[in-house]
């Protein structure tokens, strides 16, 4: 069996001052996942972030959207697991595929307006979503060496996002001299396209037994899990004090997403700006990553002391923006909605502070997400532990985003809306701050991948390729 967590395990060595840039090393291996991800993902929330998934009548993709994600709170816990006993080469192709079902079900909606093909994709979706964000999870938290891990995570933040930002000019620009507010049926046609690309890259993704680091450690061991061991440690995940901790930031990382999407860009910009916000929006969440993968990384401070100034950091600029939030909701509501809509080119000074304010949230979902992840990967260092983690995060932060989208479709004030998503982020920054101070250990830059094992088998063998099974060793 392979490794079983941080407190038992042992790591496997190959010979150090290996080059960055081979094809098995973990730093490529987080740059084509972030490329699988721009080209899948990305594209599905660039069309959430239109609103309504590009429709007139948000209802139909909320109702898409629940499906999907109440699905994938259930198909995210189990993933991890399922992680473990199929391994990357299986999961993502299959969960790549799901996201061209899903967006294939918009573009029949634009010809047939029937809801059941749209509901059908979204569990279908919300399957393979679970599986390639389990697959996401377990690469960029368990891949990176651990003193590297806020880079890594900025660092395919910043990739995956700019799949939005690629995605947000293709309604934006096929859909610019149209004053409908659906979008045309090329727009669709084009996120397949990249969709498709996206599967095909997939099979680029190897299993972390043949992932070597530059100082030569080998991320885990090549063994696949039992189902029935699987099972069992999933189980445990509903009891275990440090996922008790994370749930209510792992609820609350999509819920504001219905939100931000309908009631704030949907509701205040025509369709054509509300493009332009789509590339924004993603835009600000690869600085947010990149600044906040910064502060994660600082070397001069200890990984706990990083981590909390992390939290803190987080923990201000989210409550600058919810206030500004706050601000821009009293100005309308259901009721007394924007009329006209705004539109970038033509609405003056008015545009100004709601695109100033939908491009914060979008740099505060980089922020605040990442934070969780740095959060996950100081928990541990092998990629079975840390899948089971992220699986449980997706699952909880997908069951939050289906009551979401159905809270939004009934019509919750958007004001109640914007008051709970607030509270929500704000009560998990002391959680997960009490997470770091009981789960996360202090070790030298030099020493953290050595003292992150207890009972260590380091293994030297100047050998640079993959990790064959002769020197892969497991040490209880």
């Not at 001052?17 to 660039?46: D, E, H, K, P």
């Not at 393979?128 to 590297?148: D, F, K, N």
């Not at 491009?359 to 079975?384: K, N, P, R, T």
């Amino acid at each position: 069996m392979g490794l079983e967590g941080d407190q038992e395990s042992g790591i496997t060595r190959r010979g150090g001052g290996l080059s960055s840039w081979r094809y098995n090393s973990s730093l490529v291996q987080v740059i084509l996942m972030g490329m699988v991800c721009f080209c899948t993902i990305g594209m599905i929330r660039a069309i959430s972030g239109m609103g309504g998934g590009g429709q007139v009548d948000p209802t139909a993709a909320n109702n898409a959207n629940t499906a999907l994600y109440a699905t994938f709170s259930v198909a995210g816990v189990l993933s991890g697991g399922l992680y473990n006993v199929l391994g990357p080469r299986v999961m993502l192709p299959l969960a790549c595929s799901s996201c061209l079902l899903f967006t294939g079900s918009f573009l029949y909606y634009n010809h047939f307006q029937s809801q059941v093909f749209l509901v059908v994709a979204g569990v279908v979706g919300g399957v393979g979503a679970g599986m390639l964000w389990a697959v996401q999870g377990a690469v960029m938290t368990s891949y990176p060496p651990p003193h590297r891990k806020g880079m890594y995570i900025s660092l395919f933040w910043v990739i995956f996002s700019s799949g939005g930002v690629v995605g947000g000019l293709i309604p934006f620009f096929l859909n610019f001299h149209r004053r409908v507010d659906s979008v045309n049926d090329a727009t669709y046609i084009g996120f397949m396209g990249f969709m498709a690309a996206g599967t095909l890259l997939s099979f680029a993704i190897l299993p972390p037994g043949k992932v070597i680091r530059d100082d030569g450690s080998i991320c885990t061991l090549t063994n696949h899990s039992k189902p029935s061991t699987e099972a069992i440690e999933i189980l445990k995940l509903f009891k275990n004090w440090r996922m008790l901790l994370l749930a209510p930031a792992a609820w609350a990382s999509n819920f504001f997403y219905a939100y931000e999407f309908n009631n704030v860009n949907a509701a205040q910009f025509n369709l054509r700006t509300r493009g332009l916000n789509n590339v924004s929006y993603w835009a600000a969440q690869m600085l947010g990553s990149i600044a906040i993968g910064y502060v994660f990384d600082l070397g001069f401070l200890t990984r706990k002391r990083r981590g909390f100034l992390g939290i803190g950091t987080v923990s201000l600029i989210g409550t600058t923006i919810w206030s500004a939030g706050l601000v821009n909701q009293l100005d309308y509501s259901f009721e007394d909605m924007p009329d006209p809509r705004l539109d970038f080119a033509e609405s003056g000074f008015r545009f100004a502070g709601p695109y100033v304010l939908f491009f914060s949230y979008g740099l505060f979902d980089a922020v605040f997400q990442s934070m969780i992840y740095w959060v996950i990967g100081a928990l541990a260092d092998d990629s079975e532990t840390l899948s089971r983690y992220v699986g449980f995060y997706k699952g909880l932060q997908s069951a939050g985003a289906a009551v979401a989208w159905q809270l939004d479709t009934r019509k919750v004030p958007m004001l109640t809306q914007l008051i709970v998503n607030w509270a929500l982020t704000t009560v998990s920054y002391p959680l997960l701050t009490i997470l770091v101070a009981l789960a996360v250990r202090d070790e030298s830059v030099e020493g953290e991948e050595l003292e992150t094992y207890k009972g260590s088998n380091l293994i030297s063998n100047g050998d640079t390729g993959f990790a064959d099974d002769d020197v892969i060793k497991e040490t209880n």
